[in-house]
């Protein structure tokens, strides 16, 4: 088992090449190895393109070795046709014999559907090598299947005495408590994720652009919540650099509702303490990250109160940031 728990990080390591890019669809790794050899591996292409398993497969150069060899991958070959066929078919038809699965697909669309075809097809299927591994490689599609809405990211930056931000400002523009290197760290997790979300007095107090500036890589959908249809049109959020959803919902349970019918899968909560709160106290989130910087205000608006599992803790130059997991969300 130690073998194929190798080849399944390996596969969730390539995976990561599709963060951001294969959105609605799972970002799958493939590896497919013969004598204890990778001689093919791929991941998924960006949306409407090939899958994972297909891409390992035309990655062999010597295509007959696929009748004695292992595929690997982090999630269930898909059984049904979407905008491309069925992978679990391929794999039959390649005549591969043994097939390694990290994880079941829970999607109703495939739920065992494509290891039922490997079986009936005489391949020899291992399933849930690195299961909670790559469940959470896979969190994103898990999370927007199997609970109906969007993987919810809170985020944001407090002083080291837990201020979020200042009680007055001069200027309609940020007041930045971390350093540089930390607010490009935001910029390419904005490229990672398919939408931001900010409340309707973020947007007046900091007109922010709520791109990726300082990161290569698509810019999110800007969700904005605007309930009472206050905000002007000639603010950043509304510039053509990226799509702009207007919300008017309050309640942190019928805006997921709305996200997850937009099949927005993932979600950045970069607003501000009211919006923010908002999430946590309806218990709809799923990560935080934590920015504390060193810079105190004597006066502001205090930081959301979260409760939440630590899983990591790092130094970017005298910034900390600080990752929760909440492991009982609705």
């Avoid at 679990?88 to 014999?97: Q, T, Y």
């Avoid at 990672?192 to 500036?213: F, K, M, Y």
């Avoid at 810079?295 to 910034?319: R, V, W």
Wanted: charged letters at 25%; proline letters at 4%; one cysteine or more.
């Amino acid at each position: 088992m130690k073998i194929h728990e190798k080849y399944i990080k390996r596969c969730i390591e390539i995976a990561k090449n599709g963060l951001g890019s294969t959105r609605p669809n799972p970002m799958v790794g493939c590896v497919i190895v013969h004598n204890n050899a990778i001689i093919g591996e791929g991941f998924t292409s960006p949306y409407g393109g090939a899958h994972a398993e297909v891409n390992a497969i035309n990655a062999v150069k010597n295509q007959a070795l696929l009748q004695e060899a292992t595929l690997y991958v982090t999630l269930e070959p898909c059984s049904h046709y979407g905008k491309t066929p069925p992978c679990s078919d391929l794999i039959v038809e390649k005549k591969i014999p043994n097939v390694i699965i990290g994880t079941i697909d829970t999607h109703s669309k495939v739920a065992g559907k494509g290891i039922e075809r490997l079986k009936k097809a005489g391949c020899n299927v291992t399933v849930g090598v690195l299961e909670n591994a790559c469940k959470t490689h896979h969190k994103r599609f898990f999370t927007f299947h199997n609970k109906k809405r969007p993987y919810v990211i809170l985020k944001w930056a407090e002083t080291a005495n837990g201020f979020i931000a200042p009680k007055t400002k001069n200027e309609k523009k940020p007041v930045w408590i971390t350093n540089s290197y930390s607010r490009q760290l935001v910029h390419k997790w904005r490229a990672e994720e398919q939408a931001i979300l900010v409340g309707t007095n973020t947007v007046i107090e900091d007109n922010p652009s709520l791109t990726v500036r300082d990161w290569t890589g698509e810019n999110p959908v800007r969700i904005v919540l605007d309930k009472n249809e206050i905000l002007s049109q000639d603010l950043n959020v509304f510039s053509n650099e990226a799509k702009t959803i207007l919300v008017k919902e309050t309640s942190a349970k019928s805006i997921c509702d709305l996200l997850f019918k937009a099949d927005i899968n993932s979600v950045i909560i970069e607003g501000g303490s009211k919006t923010l709160q908002r999430f946590i106290n309806e218990n709809l989130w799923d990560e935080a990250r934590i920015f504390i910087g060193d810079t105190t205000f004597d006066d502001g608006i205090k930081a959301p109160d979260l409760i939440g599992e630590l899983t990591s803790k790092q130094h970017i130059k005298q910034d900390i940031l600080k990752v929760y997991a909440n492991n009982n969300s609705n």
